[in-house]
């Protein structure tokens, strides 16, 4: 019986990741700043998600849990507190590799563009962007950082315009 | 360049690596990190939990050992200081394992800024809870020692108390160096490590909290 609970868990931990994995990257490539690289932030948001799945009620929707804990270790790993942690080595059992089709040069130009963009906001500026981004409501903003929708609204006016400010210089 | 635009650029961006989990190996690796991390913390906590721990029974036997008053009263003040130095790292193992990564973004910052705090005011007040009690408690056992011809007591472990003035003036200077070193290296690892993360922590609870 526990064996079946057991494969059933990681059956859907397998699921969770399949179908998150593409998110999580996506931050993880805005926020890795050398040394640290954004395979290393992708190995520990995975950690992270497997430690807090086993208390995973089902509370909130997944994409806010796997969200709060993205953007959480994300920025643990900016102010320093993973210093251990950082140095993991890489595990096998998580491969990353270069797509040869489809994705060219041409848009991963405009992604460094929008990276730098992004770089310059501050962090809470950033990591609001970036939920935006994934098509997130500001209702699902609020919920994965903790403030209200309005506030979401407001912030997100000014940081719209700060950030195709600078898209708009840099496409000059 | 429109917003939907943006969120196109922004939705292929993880398309130009494929990410494959070998499922059975990862579950192995995530079991033997969770093992190695908690095994960690528990020698962690085994270890200074240990280093009181002995120190009960030894002071309580000195107590019951050394004839002279003074220096028994040393020895229980020191058994309740030791079990007080044990309540106070596991009140802060509690508050360690509050922290949920899977709390919201504001949550979070508070949770974490609570912790580092407090580890941070354990670390920069460890003059009074850590090191003037044991240092006070080591001089009072020191300047009680008696002469012990007067008691008739000769065990074996008199060879190694100050009995005469100069010995019991060099150990307390020697306590007195090694106690200021704990005081520094303590207070250096609050300005090193904890002050830059907590104004690091504060400030983007300030970003979060402004309406700009």
């Known amino acids: 019986m526990e064996d079946t609970m057991q494969v059933e868990r990681d059956r859907s931990f397998e699921d969770i990741l399949e179908n998150n994995k593409h998110k999580i990257y996506r931050l993880c490539r805005i926020y890795a700043v050398s040394p640290i690289e954004p395979q290393d932030l992708f ?65 991963e130009d405009k992604f460094q563009m929008l990276r730098s963009c992004i770089s310059v906001l501050n962090e809470v500026d950033k990591s609001l962007i970036v939920l935006h981004l994934e098509e997130l409501s500001y209702k699902d903003i609020g919920v994965i950082t903790g403030l209200t929708e309005n506030h979401v609204a407001v912030k997100m006016k000014r940081i719209r315009k700060k950030l195709f400010d600078c898209i708009n210089l840099k496409m000059k | 360049m429109l917003e939907q635009e943006l969120k196109e650029i922004w939705q292929h961006s993880s398309e130009g690596e494929q990410i494959k989990f070998k499922m059975s190996k990862l579950m192995i690796d995530m079991e033997a990190r969770v093992t190695r991390m908690e095994r960690n913390i528990k020698n962690r906590d085994r270890r200074e939990i240990i280093a009181s721990l002995i120190g009960i029974p030894l002071f309580g036997y000195f107590a019951y050992e050394i004839p002279f008053l003074v220096t028994k009263i040393a020895c229980v003040f020191a058994v309740l200081f030791f079990v007080y130095v044990i309540y106070k790292l596991k009140n802060a193992q509690k508050l360690r394992s509050s922290i949920d990564v899977a709390s919201s973004f504001s949550e979070q910052l508070e949770a974490q800024r609570n912790y580092l705090k407090e580890q941070s005011k354990l670390l920069d007040n460890v003059l009074y809870w850590y090191v003037l009690p044991p240092f006070i408690m080591n001089i009072v056992f020191i300047l009680g020692l008696g002469d012990p011809v007067q008691f008739d007591w000769n065990p074996m472990l008199l060879e190694y108390l100050p009995i005469t003035p100069k010995e019991k003036l060099s150990t307390i200077i020697m306590l007195a160096l090694f106690y200021g070193f704990i005081v520094l290296l303590n207070k250096s690892a609050v300005k090193i490590n904890y002050k830059p993360v907590i104004q690091d922590i504060e400030q983007l609870q300030l970003q979060l909290k402004s309406e700009n």
């Open chain 1, 43 to 107: 190995q520990e948001i995975v950690y992270e998600v497997w430690r807090s799945f086993k208390s995973f009620k089902g509370k909130a929707s997944i994409d806010t849990w796997i969200y709060r804990i993205s953007l959480n270790v994300c920025l643990r790993s900016k102010i320093k507190l993973d210093k251990k942690n950082s140095h993991e080595a890489r595990l096998e059992s998580i491969q990353f590799i270069k797509a040869d089709s489809e994705y060219d040069e041409d848009q």
